[in-house]
Protein backbone atom coordinates (compact mmCIF):
# COMPACT_ATOMS: atom_id res chain seq x y z
CA UNK A 1 0.00 0.00 0.00
CA UNK A 2 1.68 3.66 -0.79
CA UNK A 3 2.08 5.78 2.13
CA UNK A 4 -0.65 8.40 2.72
CA UNK A 5 0.27 12.18 1.58
CA UNK A 6 0.72 14.10 4.56
CA UNK A 7 -0.75 16.83 3.04
CA UNK A 8 -0.58 19.29 5.83
CA UNK A 9 3.26 19.21 5.64
CA UNK A 10 2.48 18.93 1.32
CA UNK A 11 1.31 22.39 1.41
CA UNK A 12 3.69 24.35 3.32
CA UNK A 13 5.53 23.37 0.73
CA UNK A 14 3.38 25.59 -1.94
CA UNK A 15 4.34 29.40 -0.16
CA UNK A 16 1.24 30.85 -2.41
CA UNK A 17 -1.17 28.38 -0.56
CA UNK A 18 -0.45 30.93 2.73
CA UNK A 19 -1.65 33.81 1.05
CA UNK A 20 -4.47 36.08 2.27
CA UNK A 21 -6.92 37.85 -0.24
CA UNK A 22 -8.15 40.86 -0.55
CA UNK A 23 -11.00 40.98 2.84
CA UNK A 24 -8.71 38.93 4.35
CA UNK A 25 -9.79 36.05 2.92
CA UNK A 26 -7.64 32.69 2.69
CA UNK A 27 -7.04 31.36 -0.98
CA UNK A 28 -8.63 28.13 -1.33
CA UNK A 29 -7.06 27.18 -4.67
CA UNK A 30 -9.80 24.51 -6.59
CA UNK A 31 -8.33 25.47 -10.23
CA UNK A 32 -5.14 22.95 -10.92
CA UNK A 33 -6.50 21.66 -14.15
CA UNK A 34 -5.95 25.13 -15.13
CA UNK A 35 -2.02 25.43 -13.83
CA UNK A 36 -0.78 23.51 -10.70
CA UNK A 37 0.84 25.47 -7.85
CA UNK A 38 4.34 25.39 -7.62
CA UNK A 39 6.42 24.12 -4.54
CA UNK A 40 9.76 25.70 -3.15
CA UNK A 41 12.11 23.12 -4.40
CA UNK A 42 11.13 24.25 -8.05
CA UNK A 43 10.99 28.13 -7.33
CA UNK A 44 14.62 27.33 -5.28
CA UNK A 45 15.75 25.61 -8.58
CA UNK A 46 14.74 28.49 -10.97
CA UNK A 47 16.01 30.97 -8.90
CA UNK A 48 19.37 28.48 -8.17
CA UNK A 49 19.79 28.47 -12.23
CA UNK A 50 19.53 31.90 -12.87
CA UNK A 51 21.96 33.19 -10.20
CA UNK A 52 24.41 31.06 -10.58
CA UNK A 53 24.26 29.06 -13.60
CA UNK A 54 22.74 31.10 -16.85
CA UNK A 55 23.99 30.28 -19.73
CA UNK A 56 23.04 28.79 -23.68
CA UNK A 57 23.00 25.03 -23.95
CA UNK A 58 24.85 23.13 -26.65
CA UNK A 59 26.89 25.91 -27.51
CA UNK A 60 29.58 26.76 -25.50
CA UNK A 61 32.38 25.25 -23.73
CA UNK A 62 32.97 27.78 -20.68
CA UNK A 63 31.98 26.22 -17.15
CA UNK A 64 28.56 28.21 -17.26
CA UNK A 65 27.82 26.52 -20.21
CA UNK A 66 28.47 22.94 -19.41
CA UNK A 67 26.78 23.33 -15.69
CA UNK A 68 23.29 24.64 -17.53
CA UNK A 69 23.54 21.92 -20.75
CA UNK A 70 24.41 19.06 -18.08
CA UNK A 71 21.57 20.51 -15.86
CA UNK A 72 19.66 20.90 -19.15
CA UNK A 73 20.10 17.22 -20.22
CA UNK A 74 19.77 15.89 -16.33
CA UNK A 75 16.06 16.96 -16.61
CA UNK A 76 15.64 15.05 -20.01
CA UNK A 77 16.91 11.68 -17.54
CA UNK A 78 14.56 12.61 -14.85
CA UNK A 79 11.68 13.11 -17.53
CA UNK A 80 12.17 9.59 -19.01
CA UNK A 81 12.77 8.16 -15.53
CA UNK A 82 9.62 9.51 -14.54
CA UNK A 83 7.30 8.56 -17.31
CA UNK A 84 8.94 4.86 -18.54
CA UNK A 85 10.73 5.50 -21.57
CA UNK A 86 12.97 3.37 -22.60
CA UNK A 87 16.00 6.27 -23.40
CA UNK A 88 15.69 9.55 -22.72
CA UNK A 89 16.41 10.52 -26.74
CA UNK A 90 12.48 9.81 -26.97
CA UNK A 91 11.74 13.08 -24.65
CA UNK A 92 11.27 16.04 -26.72
CA UNK A 93 11.31 19.51 -24.84
CA UNK A 94 8.35 22.19 -26.27
CA UNK A 95 7.04 25.00 -24.59
CA UNK A 96 3.66 22.83 -24.01
CA UNK A 97 1.58 20.17 -24.76
CA UNK A 98 -0.13 22.42 -27.39
CA UNK A 99 3.13 22.64 -29.43
CA UNK A 100 3.71 19.10 -28.69
CA UNK A 101 0.33 17.86 -30.30
CA UNK A 102 0.66 20.69 -32.96
CA UNK A 103 4.49 18.71 -33.50
CA UNK A 104 2.81 15.47 -34.44
CA UNK A 105 0.14 17.21 -36.65
CA UNK A 106 1.94 19.29 -38.55
CA UNK A 107 4.41 16.79 -39.46
CA UNK A 108 2.54 14.13 -40.17
CA UNK A 109 0.43 16.56 -42.48
CA UNK A 110 3.94 18.11 -44.50
CA UNK A 111 4.16 15.55 -46.64
CA UNK A 112 7.72 15.25 -46.32
CA UNK A 113 7.86 11.69 -43.84
CA UNK A 114 9.45 9.10 -46.57
CA UNK A 115 7.71 6.22 -44.70
CA UNK A 116 4.07 6.42 -45.80
CA UNK A 117 3.17 5.07 -42.13
CA UNK A 118 3.70 9.07 -40.77
CA UNK A 119 2.22 11.00 -43.85
CA UNK A 120 -1.55 12.08 -43.90
CA UNK A 121 -2.47 11.76 -47.66
CA UNK A 122 -6.50 11.21 -49.08
CA UNK A 123 -8.15 8.55 -48.25
CA UNK A 124 -6.80 8.68 -44.67
CA UNK A 125 -8.47 8.85 -41.28
CA UNK A 126 -7.57 10.94 -38.09
CA UNK A 127 -9.43 9.51 -35.29
CA UNK A 128 -9.97 12.05 -32.06
CA UNK A 129 -12.55 12.06 -29.56
CA UNK A 130 -15.80 14.48 -28.57
CA UNK A 131 -14.01 15.03 -25.43
CA UNK A 132 -10.95 16.68 -26.55
CA UNK A 133 -9.47 19.88 -25.30
CA UNK A 134 -9.07 22.23 -28.51
CA UNK A 135 -5.38 21.73 -29.18
CA UNK A 136 -5.85 18.20 -29.73
CA UNK A 137 -8.77 19.34 -32.43
CA UNK A 138 -7.75 22.18 -34.13
CA UNK A 139 -4.38 20.78 -35.26
CA UNK A 140 -5.86 17.68 -36.40
CA UNK A 141 -8.81 19.70 -38.43
CA UNK A 142 -6.19 21.65 -40.24
CA UNK A 143 -3.95 18.49 -40.84
CA UNK A 144 -7.15 16.99 -42.63
CA UNK A 145 -7.83 20.62 -44.57
CA UNK A 146 -3.88 20.02 -46.17
CA UNK A 147 -3.97 16.81 -46.64
CA UNK A 148 -7.27 15.67 -47.61
CA UNK A 149 -7.22 13.21 -45.07
CA UNK A 150 -10.73 12.97 -42.90
CA UNK A 151 -11.42 13.43 -39.33
CA UNK A 152 -13.71 11.20 -37.40
CA UNK A 153 -14.52 10.66 -33.69
CA UNK A 154 -15.69 9.15 -31.02
CA UNK A 155 -19.35 10.07 -29.10
CA UNK A 156 -19.91 10.42 -25.60
CA UNK A 157 -22.15 8.63 -23.16
CA UNK A 158 -24.57 10.17 -21.37
CA UNK A 159 -22.79 9.66 -18.22
CA UNK A 160 -19.52 11.40 -19.56
CA UNK A 161 -17.42 8.46 -20.96
CA UNK A 162 -16.19 7.77 -24.24
CA UNK A 163 -18.78 5.91 -26.62
CA UNK A 164 -16.69 3.04 -27.60
CA UNK A 165 -19.51 0.51 -28.90
CA UNK A 166 -18.37 1.67 -32.91
CA UNK A 167 -14.72 0.82 -32.17
CA UNK A 168 -13.81 -1.88 -34.60
CA UNK A 169 -16.13 0.53 -37.37
CA UNK A 170 -14.03 4.10 -36.12
CA UNK A 171 -10.61 2.68 -36.09
CA UNK A 172 -10.42 0.80 -39.60
CA UNK A 173 -7.83 -0.14 -42.00
CA UNK A 174 -7.75 3.26 -43.39
CA UNK A 175 -6.97 4.92 -39.72
CA UNK A 176 -3.48 5.98 -39.76
CA UNK A 177 -3.65 7.95 -36.33
CA UNK A 178 -5.63 8.07 -33.11
CA UNK A 179 -4.97 10.85 -30.82
CA UNK A 180 -7.17 10.66 -27.59
CA UNK A 181 -7.33 12.44 -24.12
CA UNK A 182 -6.20 10.66 -21.34
CA UNK A 183 -8.15 12.29 -18.46
CA UNK A 184 -10.70 14.41 -19.73
CA UNK A 185 -9.67 18.00 -18.34
CA UNK A 186 -13.72 18.66 -18.18
CA UNK A 187 -15.34 15.80 -17.62
CA UNK A 188 -12.88 13.95 -15.43
CA UNK A 189 -13.00 10.97 -17.43
CA UNK A 190 -9.85 8.66 -17.61
CA UNK A 191 -10.34 7.16 -21.14
CA UNK A 192 -9.73 3.03 -21.92
CA UNK A 193 -6.59 3.52 -23.90
CA UNK A 194 -5.93 -0.05 -23.16
CA UNK A 195 -8.76 -0.96 -26.07
CA UNK A 196 -7.59 1.74 -28.15
CA UNK A 197 -4.58 0.78 -28.44
CA UNK A 198 -5.73 -2.77 -29.43
CA UNK A 199 -7.52 -1.90 -32.21
CA UNK A 200 -4.92 0.81 -33.50
CA UNK A 201 -2.39 -1.96 -33.33
CA UNK A 202 -4.60 -5.08 -35.39
CA UNK A 203 -5.14 -1.78 -38.28
CA UNK A 204 -1.64 -0.46 -37.97
CA UNK A 205 -2.37 2.98 -36.54
CA UNK A 206 -0.66 5.22 -34.95
CA UNK A 207 -1.66 6.23 -30.64
CA UNK A 208 -0.87 10.04 -29.53
CA UNK A 209 -2.02 10.05 -26.17
CA UNK A 210 -2.49 13.58 -24.29
CA UNK A 211 -1.36 13.33 -20.78
CA UNK A 212 -1.94 16.97 -20.02
CA UNK A 213 -4.54 16.19 -16.58
CA UNK A 214 -3.29 12.56 -16.06
CA UNK A 215 0.66 12.61 -15.90
CA UNK A 216 0.77 14.89 -13.03
CA UNK A 217 -2.34 13.09 -11.35
CA UNK A 218 -1.37 9.23 -11.58
CA UNK A 219 1.69 6.94 -12.26
CA UNK A 220 2.30 6.77 -16.13
CA UNK A 221 4.54 4.27 -18.29
CA UNK A 222 4.81 4.43 -21.92
CA UNK A 223 5.56 1.14 -22.43
CA UNK A 224 3.19 -0.47 -20.39
CA UNK A 225 0.49 2.20 -21.87
CA UNK A 226 1.80 0.96 -25.54
CA UNK A 227 0.91 3.86 -27.03
CA UNK A 228 3.51 5.46 -30.09
CA UNK A 229 3.80 9.04 -28.62
CA UNK A 230 2.49 11.19 -25.26
CA UNK A 231 2.11 14.77 -24.51
CA UNK A 232 2.28 16.59 -21.59
CA UNK A 233 2.99 19.87 -20.19
CA UNK A 234 5.12 21.31 -17.19
CA UNK A 235 2.86 23.84 -15.83
CA UNK A 236 0.53 21.57 -14.73
CA UNK A 237 2.91 19.32 -13.31
CA UNK A 238 4.20 21.33 -10.29
CA UNK A 239 6.49 22.80 -13.39
CA UNK A 240 6.99 25.73 -15.01
CA UNK A 241 5.23 27.39 -17.88
CA UNK A 242 6.94 28.04 -21.01
CA UNK A 243 7.75 23.96 -20.99
CA UNK A 244 6.51 20.86 -22.39
CA UNK A 245 7.40 16.95 -23.05
CA UNK A 246 6.72 15.44 -26.83
CA UNK A 247 7.53 11.60 -25.73
CA UNK A 248 7.43 8.93 -28.43
CA UNK A 249 8.99 5.69 -29.91
CA UNK A 250 12.26 6.42 -31.03
CA UNK A 251 11.01 4.72 -34.58
CA UNK A 252 8.21 6.82 -34.47
CA UNK A 253 9.98 10.38 -34.00
CA UNK A 254 12.81 9.07 -36.37
CA UNK A 255 10.30 8.43 -38.93
CA UNK A 256 8.72 11.89 -38.89
CA UNK A 257 10.69 15.01 -40.36
CA UNK A 258 11.70 18.15 -38.32
CA UNK A 259 9.10 20.69 -36.95
CA UNK A 260 10.44 23.72 -36.65
CA UNK A 261 13.77 24.59 -38.36
CA UNK A 262 17.37 26.61 -37.16
CA UNK A 263 20.32 26.36 -34.92
CA UNK A 264 21.36 22.86 -32.87
CA UNK A 265 18.52 20.88 -34.98
CA UNK A 266 20.74 20.34 -37.77
CA UNK A 267 23.91 18.15 -38.43
CA UNK A 268 25.04 20.06 -41.31
CA UNK A 269 24.08 22.95 -43.67
CA UNK A 270 25.00 23.97 -46.80
CA UNK A 271 23.24 26.43 -49.49
CA UNK A 272 21.44 23.71 -51.50
CA UNK A 273 20.55 21.41 -48.50
CA UNK A 274 20.70 20.44 -45.10
CA UNK A 275 20.88 17.46 -43.18
CA UNK A 276 19.47 17.15 -39.27
CA UNK A 277 20.75 15.72 -36.23
CA UNK A 278 19.88 12.78 -34.14
CA UNK A 279 16.48 12.58 -32.04
CA UNK A 280 15.88 14.52 -29.78
CA UNK A 281 17.93 17.52 -31.03
CA UNK A 282 15.98 17.54 -34.07
CA UNK A 283 12.82 18.77 -33.13
CA UNK A 284 14.49 21.27 -30.80
CA UNK A 285 15.56 24.64 -32.93
CA UNK A 286 17.11 27.09 -31.31
CA UNK A 287 17.71 28.27 -27.58
CA UNK A 288 14.85 26.20 -25.30
CA UNK A 289 13.24 26.57 -22.51
CA UNK A 290 16.24 25.99 -20.42
CA UNK A 291 15.37 27.37 -16.63
CA UNK A 292 11.79 25.81 -17.45
CA UNK A 293 13.62 22.54 -18.27
CA UNK A 294 15.74 22.75 -14.50
CA UNK A 295 12.10 23.67 -12.76
CA UNK A 296 10.49 20.66 -14.75
CA UNK A 297 13.52 18.41 -13.65
CA UNK A 298 12.76 19.83 -9.97
CA UNK A 299 9.25 19.12 -10.32
CA UNK A 300 9.30 15.84 -11.19
CA UNK A 301 12.14 15.32 -7.98
CA UNK A 302 9.45 16.42 -5.84
CA UNK A 303 6.22 14.50 -7.20
CA UNK A 304 8.99 11.28 -7.22
CA UNK A 305 10.00 11.94 -3.74
CA UNK A 306 5.97 12.02 -2.95
CA UNK A 307 5.51 8.87 -4.78
CA UNK A 308 3.04 9.24 -7.78
CA UNK A 309 0.47 6.40 -6.18
CA UNK A 310 0.45 8.25 -3.39
CA UNK A 311 -1.03 11.11 -5.28
CA UNK A 312 -3.22 9.30 -7.08
CA UNK A 313 -4.49 7.85 -3.81
CA UNK A 314 -4.96 11.44 -2.67
CA UNK A 315 -6.51 12.53 -5.62
CA UNK A 316 -9.50 9.95 -5.59
CA UNK A 317 -10.21 10.25 -1.79
CA UNK A 318 -10.29 14.11 -2.46
CA UNK A 319 -12.69 13.60 -5.29
CA UNK A 320 -15.26 11.50 -3.94
CA UNK A 321 -15.21 13.34 -1.53
CA UNK A 322 -15.96 16.30 -3.49
CA UNK A 323 -18.51 14.38 -5.53
CA UNK A 324 -19.98 13.13 -2.54
CA UNK A 325 -20.55 17.15 -1.40
CA UNK A 326 -21.59 18.25 -4.31
CA UNK A 327 -24.55 15.47 -5.00
CA UNK A 328 -25.90 16.47 -1.61
CA UNK A 329 -26.19 20.30 -2.76
CA UNK A 330 -29.93 21.32 -4.05
CA UNK A 331 -29.47 22.19 -7.93
CA UNK A 332 -26.00 21.91 -8.46
CA UNK A 333 -25.76 18.73 -11.21
CA UNK A 334 -21.80 17.29 -12.20
CA UNK A 335 -21.51 16.83 -15.94
CA UNK A 336 -19.22 13.71 -16.52
CA UNK A 337 -18.98 10.85 -14.37
CA UNK A 338 -20.80 10.64 -11.21
CA UNK A 339 -18.62 7.62 -9.66
CA UNK A 340 -15.11 7.14 -8.78
CA UNK A 341 -14.83 4.51 -11.49
CA UNK A 342 -12.24 5.67 -14.07
CA UNK A 343 -12.31 9.50 -13.38
CA UNK A 344 -9.72 11.91 -12.03
CA UNK A 345 -9.80 14.47 -9.39
CA UNK A 346 -11.41 17.33 -12.10
CA UNK A 347 -15.57 17.77 -11.36
CA UNK A 348 -17.14 20.28 -13.43
CA UNK A 349 -20.70 21.07 -12.36
CA UNK A 350 -23.66 23.23 -13.25
CA UNK A 351 -26.02 25.23 -10.66
CA UNK A 352 -29.69 25.29 -12.12
CA UNK A 353 -31.13 29.00 -13.37
CA UNK A 354 -27.59 30.56 -12.65
CA UNK A 355 -24.87 31.23 -15.53
CA UNK A 356 -21.02 29.87 -14.57
CA UNK A 357 -19.31 32.73 -14.89
CA UNK A 358 -21.60 34.47 -11.99
CA UNK A 359 -21.20 31.38 -10.29
CA UNK A 360 -16.97 31.37 -10.16
CA UNK A 361 -17.45 35.61 -9.78
CA UNK A 362 -19.62 35.02 -6.31
CA UNK A 363 -17.18 32.55 -5.39
CA UNK A 364 -14.11 34.41 -6.05
CA UNK A 365 -15.34 36.92 -3.66
CA UNK A 366 -15.08 34.11 -1.11
CA UNK A 367 -11.90 33.30 -1.68
CA UNK A 368 -12.62 30.08 -3.55
CA UNK A 369 -10.91 29.68 -7.26
CA UNK A 370 -12.43 27.93 -9.66
CA UNK A 371 -12.46 28.24 -13.62
CA UNK A 372 -15.81 28.93 -15.67
CA UNK A 373 -15.93 28.35 -19.24
CA UNK A 374 -15.78 25.82 -21.98
CA UNK A 375 -12.34 24.50 -20.85
CA UNK A 376 -11.12 24.47 -24.29
CA UNK A 377 -13.45 21.92 -24.77
CA UNK A 378 -16.72 23.50 -26.13
CA UNK A 379 -17.66 20.10 -28.12
CA UNK A 380 -18.16 18.93 -25.14
CA UNK A 381 -21.01 21.40 -23.59
CA UNK A 382 -22.42 21.35 -27.08
CA UNK A 383 -22.86 17.64 -26.05
CA UNK A 384 -24.63 18.09 -23.33
CA UNK A 385 -26.75 21.28 -24.39
CA UNK A 386 -25.16 23.71 -21.55
CA UNK A 387 -23.53 27.24 -22.04
CA UNK A 388 -20.57 26.56 -20.26
CA UNK A 389 -19.48 24.91 -16.41
CA UNK A 390 -17.99 25.53 -13.23
CA UNK A 391 -14.49 23.52 -13.01
CA UNK A 392 -13.22 22.99 -9.60
CA UNK A 393 -10.08 20.66 -10.12
CA UNK A 394 -7.96 19.07 -6.98
CA UNK A 395 -4.43 18.13 -6.29
CA UNK A 396 -1.88 16.83 -3.92
CA UNK A 397 -2.28 20.09 -1.30
CA UNK A 398 -6.37 19.88 -1.28
CA UNK A 399 -7.96 19.59 1.81
CA UNK A 400 -11.46 18.19 2.72
CA UNK A 401 -11.68 21.72 3.98
CA UNK A 402 -11.36 23.38 1.04
CA UNK A 403 -14.23 21.27 -0.13
CA UNK A 404 -16.20 22.30 2.46
CA UNK A 405 -15.56 26.03 1.70
CA UNK A 406 -16.60 25.11 -1.99
CA UNK A 407 -19.93 23.70 -1.05
CA UNK A 408 -20.64 26.60 1.11
CA UNK A 409 -19.85 29.12 -1.71
CA UNK A 410 -22.18 27.20 -4.08
CA UNK A 411 -24.87 27.93 -1.24
CA UNK A 412 -23.96 31.59 -0.87
CA UNK A 413 -24.39 31.76 -4.74
CA UNK A 414 -27.77 30.34 -4.63
CA UNK A 415 -28.61 32.60 -1.67
CA UNK A 416 -27.40 35.49 -3.78
CA UNK A 417 -29.15 34.61 -6.95
CA UNK A 418 -32.46 33.65 -4.85
Request: proline share 6%; with cysteine.
Amino acid sequence: MPSPLDVDRVRKDFPILERRLAGDRALVYLDSANTSQKPRPVLDALTEHYERHNANVARAVHQLGEEATSAYEGARDKIAAFIGAPTRSEVLFTKNASEALNLVANTMASGLAEDPRYRLEPGDEIVITEMEHHSNIVPWQLAARRTGATLRWFGLTEDGRLDIAGLRELINPRTKIVSLVHQSNILGTVNPVAHVVERAREVGALVLLDGAQSVPHMPVDVTELGVDLLAFTGHKLCGPTGIGVLWGRGEVLDGLPPFLGGGEMIETVAMDGSTFAPIPHKFEAGTPPIAQAVGLGAAVDYLTGLGMTSVREHDRAITAYALDRLHGVDGVSVIGPDSMVDRGATVSFTVDGIHPHDVGQVLDEQGVAVRVGHHCARPVCVRYGIPATTRASFYLYTTNAEIDALVDGIEQVKRFFG
